[in-house]
């Protein structure tokens, strides 16, 4: 196929043919960074979480009276303990993706500040007796925490735990300790330390709280006595019974706390409950990439039609000289190519540009370099599927009809 004659015949309509480049060019570039946006946020909202998420039920208590929590948290975890089909239960201060973060700086050397470079923000689990079973940790070096661990801690003044034992997980150990193991070293927040005995697979915390998604594993864990700060039951059971689980425990709750609130859910609405919003932006997304490839295939299909019928009289002209059916469907399906090329060429400029912009002023990640050429070959696969319709009709038109009509 001769590329000189369809650019000349382009040349003779700049403006349409300019038309469908920016239109491409502006798809290809809301494509690429829309598809990298739905990619980072899916993969957040799939992020691995080694708790048992499927069996969990979790019921929150607020108003509780603070002053009588001793004795009446271990009366609240008998009681949730008859319920039929609980295998563990336990209290904590929070549960991952509750949205109720409690953090902490914490440091290696004791002469640090939380507020030195190199101290590392971290979610505070507080942990109930039997919380590591309860939630379905998974243990990778050291052990858990023991009866003598529990007997000993408390909470001090400064909301940290009277303790000198701590579990941390995986990444957070990456972080202190980078290529060292963890055991038996130590971690210090101001006046407190605490000697790292176990490390457990990566936990999501409460919330990022500004960690930013790298460091929504950092998390450490403590054991406590029963004390007002334990607000938080969950109850671990088969996934099918965790709905009736959640109901009934807050039905428990209720009943020997009335001045109190207590709401049950599965771990699996908070999960979903967290990333709701992402949930949402992920849709909206898809809906724009959607609509934004509707507008494009339609676009091209409109203007190729108006072309087909402007050039009536020199298709006809062709058709008569000898040129057969695939001759004429070559050359529109030509001629898109290359308008196609120009307008993808362009939004991959645009795709970049746009992408420095967020990472500049909305901290958004850079965008992988794969994600332009495939945003390129998407517009060219959808520029010849909309061309197909009108490529077809001009290539039916028969000589005589074509010629009579000029």
Not at 15 to 21: G, H
Not at 143 to 148: A, D, N, S, V
Not at 206 to 217: D, H, N, S, T, V
Not at 363 to 391: C, D, H, K, N, S
Request: charged content about 15%.
């Amino acid at each position: 196929m001769e590329i000189r004659p369809i650019l000349a015949s382009l040349r003779k309509h700049r403006i349409p043919a300019l038309l469908i480049v920016l239109e491409i060019a502006l798809a290809c570039a809301v494509l690429c960074n829309a598809v990298f946006l739905i990619g980072a946020r899916a993969g957040e909202i799939a992020l691995p979480n080694a708790i048992d998420e499927q069996g969990l039920s979790v019921v929150t208590l607020t108003g509780a009276d603070p002053d009588r929590a001793a004795s009446e948290i271990p009366r609240n975890l008998d009681a949730l303990r008859r319920i039929r089909g609980v295998r563990e239960v336990a209290v904590l201060n929070t549960v991952p993706l509750s949205g109720n973060g409690w953090n902490s700086n914490f440091t290696t050397r004791p002469d640090m500040k939380p507020t030195d470079k190199g101290s590392i923000n971290s979610n505070v689990y507080l942990m109930g007796e039997g919380a590591g079973r309860a939630l379905g940790l998974r243990l990778t070096q050291g052990r858990m925490f023991t009866g003598e661990d529990y007997a000993s801690a408390s909470m001090g003044s400064s909301f940290m735990p009277e303790t000198h034992v701590a579990i941390v997980n995986q990444r957070l150990a990456e972080r202190l300790w980078p290529g060292q193991s963890p055991l038996g070293r130590k971690m210090y927040v101001n006046q407190y330390w605490y000697q790292v005995v176990g490390v457990v697979a990566n936990v999501l915390r409460p919330k990022q709280a500004g960690a930013g998604l790298p460091g929504i594993y950092d998390a450490a864990f403590f054991p406590m006595q029963p004390t007002a700060e334990l607000s938080y039951y969950v109850l671990r059971g088969a996934p099918a019974d965790r709905e009736r689980i959640a109901r009934q425990a807050e039905d428990a709750l209720s009943g020997l706390e009335p001045a109190a609130v207590a709401e049950g859910k599965t771990f699996v609405d908070i999960r979903g409950d967290y990333f709701s919003g992402a949930a949402s932006m992920v849709w909206m997304l898809v809906l724009v990439c959607v609509v934004m490839l509707a507008v494009t295939a339609f676009g091209i299909v409109g203007l190729t039609s108006f072309w087909v019928a402007q050039r009536r009289r020199q298709i006809g002209i062709r058709r008569a000289v000898g040129a057969r059916r695939g001759h004429i469907l070559s050359y529109f399906r030509t001629e898109n190519f290359l308008l196609s090329g120009a307008g993808v060429l362009l939004g991959m400029l645009l795709a970049f540009g746009i992408n420095l912009y967020l990472m500049q002023h909305y901290e958004m990640a850079r965008m992988p370099w794969y994600y332009l050429p495939a945003g390129a070959i998407t517009l060219w696969l959808l520029g010849q599927v909309a061309v197909f319709g009108p490529a077809h009709r001009a290539a039916a038109v028969p000589p005589v009809e074509a010629t009579r009509s000029a």
